[in-house]
């Protein structure tokens, strides 16, 4: 068993790069990812922790994608901080993140909510701050009932204090990754909120653009859907890769691992996904 999708406190997840492979070594992961999104700042402690596991380790990030109507997103493995065109396009991602996390404070100000950097900071400790720190906050200033409360009725699109993140195409992020010496990966496929159709087209394109692989085996997924997605994978000559998604406290219903508790991502998806290095 392994899994090649987890978050930490690097971007918006609840547990630390360290923790989240402890977690994985406690659920019997053979090898883990570490895939923060838009950054690799937790990938040298993840790493450590795994060699003293002895838990296979793979460096990677998730990149939202530019994308209508629903959500793109791209996994890209075997990622390692330091220079490169992938790496170039993260910075540009963190610096926008920085610009809206100031838009967002001013803006929650204007609705009588007393949010400042400083409890943000407190909130997020070492980590980058993002939205779930912001609903967190939110909820001890007593302005909403809960974190899913947060972005219901303020945070998530189409709500007042809602501030569209910079994206980056998916065709550049796989071209990006290649010229790193990473691999990309199709992330949660259904997200893109397509029809049967439309999904095996966007498939088969991003595909032709050099795409290795696709997440069939996803946390949230029915038994069937994940099926679906592995037979389109194979379809278009595509990896079927797979992962919990987790997020620890703010996504508690997925554990490394076994996400709902019906997750099995076999080892072979990782041992597929490396003969497509370069």
Not at 56 to 77: A, I, M, R, W
Not at 98 to 126: C, F, K, M, Q, S
């Amino acid at each position: 068993m392994i899994d090649l999708h987890t978050h930490s406190t690097c971007s918006d997840g609840s547990e630390t790069p360290t923790h989240v492979i402890e977690l994985a070594h406690s659920t019997g992961c053979g090898a883990v990812a570490l895939t923060d999104h838009d950054g690799l700042s937790g990938i040298d402690a993840a790493r450590e922790r795994a060699d003293e596991l002895g838990i296979q380790f793979v460096p990677g990030c998730e990149v939202s994608c530019k994308y209508s109507p629903g959500t793109q997103h791209v996994l890209c493995y075997y990622v390692e901080p330091g220079e490169g065109p992938l790496q170039d396009q993260l910075e540009r991602l963190r610096s926008d993140r920085t610009t809206r996390n100031d838009r967002l404070i001013a803006r929650l100000n204007e609705l009588g909510i007393p949010i400042t950097e400083e409890l943000l900071v407190e909130e997020a400790g070492a980590a980058t701050i993002g939205r779930p720190h912001f609903a967190a906050v939110l909820v001890r200033l007593g302005a909403v009932q809960s974190y899913q409360d947060a972005f219901d009725s303020l945070l998530a699109k189409g709500g007042p204090a809602y501030f569209p993140k910079a994206f980056i195409d998916a065709p550049i992020t796989i071209e990006a990754a290649k010229g790193s010496g990473a691999l990309a990966v199709l992330a949660h496929p259904l997200s893109m909120g397509l029809e049967p159709t439309e999904l095996e087209r966007q498939v088969a394109e991003l595909a032709e653009a050099g795409l290795a692989g696709m997440e069939c085996w996803y946390g949230r997924y029915s038994a069937e859907e994940r099926q679906g997605l592995v037979d389109i994978a194979k379809r278009h000559g595509l990896v079927a890769t797979g992962g919990s998604d987790f997020h620890g406290s703010y996504k508690p219903d997925l554990s490394v691992g076994t996400g709902r508790g019906d997750l099995y991502v076999p080892d072979s998806a990782l041992d597929d996904l490396a003969t497509r290095r370069p």
